[in-house]
């Protein structure tokens, strides 16, 4: 059973920056593709960024030049590094896994909240 533990969300101002934290408990090396999520209350799950197998990375329009996906395989660890955060990227972030090439993400993490506000 594949386990993903995010963590690093918070409180932070307009301006700022936070990096999240995604714990697996195995080789993350065996997916297909990881990448971060967000949720609004009331709106639909955004992804915000992912890489594949191959290093191939995505950015929602949202977020770009301003987050950056990352990963240590030999930690088994991956981060969304935030900066420039505006009072729109509240929500809370999931961490998530796919198995396969196709289909959808197949794991996925508790969540962590950040909250951007003054």
């Known amino acids: 059973q594949v386990q993903l533990a995010e963590s690093g969300g918070g409180l932070v101002r307009p301006g700022g920056s936070l990096r999240l934290s995604c714990a697996a408990s195995?080789?993350?090396?065996?997916?297909?593709?990881m990448g971060w999520f967000r949720r609004v209350p009331g709106k639909q799950r955004e992804l915000v960024a992912s890489?594949?197998?191959?290093?191939?990375?995505m950015y929602a329009d949202s977020v770009k030049g301003r987050f950056t996906i990352s990963r240590d395989n030999a930690k088994n660890m991956v981060y969304l590094q935030m900066n420039s955060l505006k009072p729109e990227d509240s929500a809370v972030y999931y961490c998530?896994?796919?198995?396969?090439?196709?289909?959808?993400?197949?794991?996925w993490g508790q969540g962590t909240p950040v909250t951007v506000s003054s």
């Open positions: 998530a896994a796919r198995q396969y090439a196709i289909g959808g993400y197949d794991y």
């Open positions: 195995g080789r993350i090396s065996r997916f297909n593709a």
């Open positions: 890489f594949s197998r191959t290093d191939d990375t």
